[in-house]
């Protein structure tokens, strides 16, 4: 019985080498470049089609490349996976993963910079045609490493039939901090907040806006320090607590990031800070007049950007680096980007996406849509750095712990900054 | 006074009638066996009595106070189940002392009641034993214990012996007879085996489809069925009842409509003879030892006999059957019920 | 004859092989080398992981949300284990009771264990919603202000704790509703006529009978206290400010959001620790208190 066994297994091994070795023999054999991407959608449906449709408009135009497009959950899964894949020696050759992995990946020695892969001048044009404010995550060391596709920004969403019951103007929406509060004051009634700024989820890229418009950045484009504790970032934090606690026109305590939209389409909270890529959702769902507007200013207007950026893989060969490359410019053409820009509600990464009439009949006709665009202008990077996880983490806690009250702004924000520091030190 | 009296009682589920218009009395320290075939209300009638069950009609009577709705615990009874009910869990001496605990029993009660109810039953040896170490008779002694320790003046059971084997089953019915009788104890012990009714009771109460067929002394159920029923349950074999005309023993019967009319005769009251009597058929016959019970024919009507010593049938065999006039019991035919004033004449 | 009983052994070991290969393969492996990784630094493609010794042991004991997380771990599994064990049971006598809608009721207890974790946390997160939840429109019919329920530092741990204790206690009562199925009806029987009440009789006999589905029970809800997070990461992501993060999400975390590794195993081995000395101690003492039939 033994004796059965053995050759078995060992039938059973010749098979698999056989196995492995047709495979290969045939992907060599059609001399095609076989590209795999891994791509985050946290909710299928929509998105995924669209992806699957570009690609095979690519593959039409390009048959000797073919794309296995991978989807991968939200961009935490997408970068696991992809990393693991990589890990365990599974061939990926691209991948669009959050703007703000730069560094975790630059550290992994994961990804090449774009730099060392252009060649022609045409291909180094490209690289300078996006929003320069779409870029800053993706750049340091004086490099491209990631270049911008699936890319949001915070607008602000207002209830313009709200407005008029509360007697303001609804073509007017606030432009300061100190209109948001007046604003506020006349909107909040038995049932209605008068703003609301998400504090679960993405507390981050939220405050990202706020200190931003009160002239402060969060840290520095080398990605190993942080200001959480400097003077305008404290103030940043005091002013959201206060909304709550003070002026009376947000709830106390954090707002979820989830259940946000559903409190702004049934009317009760007239404002609320979010996402540009719930504008399609809004825009289907709200039973009253809408209006979306840039984010107020203090010093200065300002918003992070969001969202994903294309990433290439450092063990690729010279081949697939440039099947990548036709595949990437093929997907960030004008023409497309402004197509999946109306489609999904992500920002056009481009001016020229904007300057195609089809995008511009779009905005004609819907001016929101045109909101984001115009914001890029004052847009700046999201918190990105060295030991991104636990440097977000801190400023997430940090920032719920002000606004939940069991410490002061400043309190919450000297220790997050402290321990920062202890996290980045050995990257200065 | 009786011990235990029920006027009436019925048990009703929704569309159906388990127990129908039950009327008895006990009296005191009274052996009282519920008899019937499966199905026939008895073990109903127990619960009722015990207050497991409630009653849907009628009224009950325990030691001359109305007790119809009164709480089980409230009755002053114990009870032996079928399946003997120990709590696994509990070594033997917990639970024959649990009603006693349950009550407060001060401590020195409690222990010497133990000594007292353990050796009764028995069990001196085995109180630190759990159920599941017992035997079905030791089993069977824990179940008796935990009933009798309480003190009650009545204890019901309900088929205690059906899970022992036929020698252990004989021994527990004469011990349990003999404490019943020591102690004073009202009991009422329902059983659908005769035997065990005729060799226990002072008083059988035979029930069928949710009556009371026939109640009185073991003797009277014998002697004096009231019913076919009573006659076809009780005695091993039972009672042959035949049709007097289909064997020709239509002219036997002092009465113009013979075929109105049953006849009983007890297996063991048939002598088997060659000269004298009704002409018969012998079958077969089955040795039980002491005795033999030999099916006979008369045409198509099959009759037992019971007689002494061995007897081997081969093959059908001629022979003529025979019984003194006073074993004979006359029933009416459409109500199955006994009639005496009807003259039977010798064969 | 020795030839034979050999020849058997052989066997019976063959026949374990799959089994011993799979235990191997991802139970015991993975633990050594959970263990052997905690002694290690995080490495990356600049920095290759070093031996530390207990520099990981260490910096876990000057983690102030280490501290937190098992803290809150503690009081999550102190609320979610008696209380969904003793409803369990609660819910357990009362559908095997002679109830007349009996099936509906097994059937709506049942249900949320059907539910997968991540839904049920969709659907309490509709219900905890300040303002438009089911929680706050209840409670605003009685004239009770809205509350934040999950924004609330003192009330997040809390609602999580419930939401757990609704989906766990209809599981373990269809354990409990099995059990008492087996107990026979005589021995309520007898014990009423001795006039024992409800409670001395449940006190004295059901319960005790019920004790090796107790420990079955116990065993699994002390697990699923450190196991079940998966709610967090719809309801609360362990905030605000770590007041609802459980041991196993920060485990998460740290591994997948923070990517150190090393860290990760660390905790995993605490947490490994900590599973084992439960369950040595739920065995050993526990065990020679319970009635097997």
Redesign the interface.
């Known amino acids: 019985m033994l004796k059965t066994l053995k050759r078995k297994a060992g039938s059973l091994a010749l098979a698999t080498t056989l196995g492995l070795g047709v495979s290969t023999g045939i992907a060599t054999g059609a001399s095609a470049v076989e590209l795999t991407m891994y791509y985050p959608v946290a909710v299928g449906g929509p998105l995924t089609n669209i992806v699957d449709g570009l690609v095979e408009d690519f593959e039409k135009e390009n048959p000797d490349i073919t794309v296995n497009a991978i989807y991968a959950g939200n961009y935490n899964d997408a970068r696991i996976k992809a990393l693991a894949a990589l890990k365990s020696g599974e061939p990926a050759q691209t991948s669009v993963m959050f703007s703000i992995d730069t560094y975790e990946l630059i550290e992994q020695g994961a990804i090449v910079a774009f730099d060392d892969v252009v060649e022609t001048k045409e291909e180094k044009e490209w690289l300078n045609s996006f929003y320069p404010a779409l870029m800053e995550n993706g750049q340091t060391q004086g490099k491209t490493w990631g270049i911008p596709f699936q890319r949001s920004t915070i607008v602000m969403y207002y209830n313009k039939d709200a407005f008029r019951a509360a007697g303001l103007d609804p073509e007017t929406p606030p432009a300061t901090w100190d209109d948001l509060i007046s604003a506020g004051k006349k909107l909040t009634k038995d049932g209605q907040w008068g703003a609301m700024i998400p504090s679960t989820g993405y507390p981050y890229w939220m405050f990202g806006a706020l200190s931003m418009q009160n002239d402060q950045v969060l840290m520095n484009s080398d990605g190993n320090e942080t200001y959480f504790d400097a003077p305008a970032t404290i103030e940043a934090l005091e002013f959201w607590k206060d909304l709550g606690t003070k002026h009376g026109i947000m709830p106390e305590g954090t707002i979820e990031w989830g259940t946000l939209r559903q409190n702004f389409l049934e009317g009760k909270t007239a404002m609320m800070w979010h996402s540009t890529g719930n504008l399609s959702v809004v825009k289907k769902n709200a039973k009253f007049d809408f209006g979306v507007a840039m984010l107020p200013a203090q010093k200065r207007r300002g918003t992070p950007t969001g969202g994903g950026n294309f990433y290439i893989f450092e063990k690729t060969s010279a081949e697939e680096r440039k099947a990548t490359m036709k595949l990437i410019r093929f997907l960030t053409e004008p023409k497309r980007t402004a197509e999946w820009s109306m489609k999904t509600g992500y920002l056009g990464t481009k001016p020229a996406a904007y300057a195609t009439t089809e995008m511009k009949q779009y905005v004609a006709d819907f001016p929101p849509a045109a909101v984001a665009r115009d914001q890029l202008e004052f847009a700046t990077a999201e918190l990105s750095t060295y030991q991104n996880g636990r440097v977000r983490k801190l400023l997430d806690d940090a920032i719920q712990a002000a606004l939940t009250g069991s410490k002061t702004p400043k309190e919450a924000l000297e220790g997050a900054q402290k321990q920062a520091d202890r996290l980045l030190k050995r990257y200065r | 006074m009786s011990a235990i009296e029920l006027q009436g009682v019925s048990k009703i589920w929704g569309e159906t009638t388990a127990v129908n218009n039950v009327s008895f009395s006990i009296d005191q320290g009274t052996f009282a066996v519920l008899l019937g075939p499966s199905g026939c209300g008895k073990s109903t009638s127990l619960r009722m009595i015990s207050g497991l069950e409630e009653i849907s009609k009628g009224s009950l009577f325990i030691g001359g106070e109305d007790a119809t709705i009164a709480s089980p615990a409230d009755r002053n009874l114990s009870m032996v189940f079928q399946n003997y009910a120990l709590f696994p869990h509990l070594n033997v001496e917990e639970n024959i002392l649990f009603g006693l605990k349950v009550r407060n029993t001060p401590k020195q009660l409690q222990k010497e009641r133990l000594k007292k109810v353990a050796e009764q039953v028995g069990l001196e040896q085995l109180l630190d034993r759990k159920p599941a170490q017992l035997s079905g008779g030791q089993r069977q002694r824990v179940a008796l214990a935990r009933a009798i320790i309480a003190e009650n003046p009545i204890c019901l059971m309900d088929e205690p012996l059906s899970n022992l084997d036929a020698k252990l089953r004989h021994i527990m019915r004469v011990e349990i007879r003999a404490l019943q009788q020591r102690l004073g104890m009202t009991v009422i012990y329902v059983t659908h085996d005769q035997a065990e009714a005729m060799s226990m009771a002072d008083k059988v109460i035979l029930m069928c489809d949710g009556k009371v067929e026939q109640e009185g002394t073991p003797e009277e159920l014998y002697n004096k069925p009231a019913t076919t029923f009573a006659a076809a349950f009780i005695g091993t074999p039972p009672m042959n009842l035949i049709d007097p005309v289909a064997c020709g023993l239509d002219k036997k019967i002092s009465q113009n409509q013979q075929d109105n009319f049953l006849i009983g005769i007890r297996p063991e009251d048939i002598v088997l003879s060659n000269e004298n009597g009704l002409k018969a058929e012998l079958i077969s016959a089955d040795y039980l030892g002491a005795d033999t019970v030999v099916t006979a024919k008369i045409q198509d009507q099959e009759i037992l006999v019971r007689t002494p010593g061995k007897v081997t049938i081969t093959k059908p065999t001629s022979t003529r059957l025979q019984w003194p006039v006073k074993s004979v019991h006359v029933f009416d035919k459409s109500t199955g019920k006994r009639n005496d004033n009807i003259e039977v004449l010798p064969i | 004859m020795k030839h034979a009983s050999t020849k058997h052994q052989?066997y019976g070991w063959?026949l374990l092989l799959p089994a011993t290969l799979f235990l191997l393969a991802f139970t015991y492996y993975p633990t050594l080398a959970t263990l052997a990784k905690s002694f290690f630094s995080q490495g990356?493609?600049?920095r290759p992981a070093a031996f530390v010794g207990l520099e990981n042991y260490t910096f876990m004991l000057e983690d102030d949300?280490f501290w937190q997380v098992a803290w809150n771990n503690v009081i999550y599994a102190l609320f979610t284990i008696p209380i969904s064990i003793a409803l369990a049971l609660m819910m357990a006598i009362w559908v095997n009771s002679r109830l007349k809608f009996k099936s509906l009721a097994r059937m709506s207890f049942f249900l949320p264990t059907m539910l997968p974790m991540i839904a049920v946390a969709n659907i309490w997160?509709?219900f905890y919603?300040?303002?438009?939840?089911l929680i706050d429109q209840v409670a605003s019919v009685f004239g009770i202000e809205?509350h934040?329920w999950?924004?609330?530092?003192d009330t997040v741990l809390g609602c999580i704790i419930v939401i757990t204790i609704w989906k766990e206690a209809g599981f373990f009562m269809i354990f409990y509703l099995a059990a008492l199925q087996t107990l026979?009806p005589?021995?309520e029987?007898?014990?009423?006529?001795?006039?024992?009440s409800r409670w001395?009789y449940f006190r004295?006999?059901m319960f005790?009978?019920l004790?090796p589905t107790t420990l079955f029970v116990l065993i699994n809800a002390v697990i699923n206290s450190f196991k079940l997070v998966d709610h967090l990461f719809?309801l609360?992501?362990g905030?605000?400010?770590?007041?609802s993060s459980l041991l196993l999400y920060y485990i998460y975390?740290v591994a997948?959001?923070?990517?150190?590794q090393a860290y990760a195993s660390t905790l995993t081995v605490i947490l490994l620790a900590v599973l084992a000395i439960i369950a040595i101690g739920q065995f050993v003492f526990l065990d020679k208190k319970v009635?097997y039939?």
């Open positions: 052989l063959l990356t493609a600049i949300v997160l509709f919603t300040p303002e438009i939840g809205s934040n999950l924004g609330d530092p026979s005589e021995l029987e007898a014990a009423r006529l001795e006039g024992a001395y004295r006999i005790p009978l004790m719809i609360t992501k905030g605000p400010d770590n007041a975390e997948f959001s923070f990517l150190d009635h039939q």
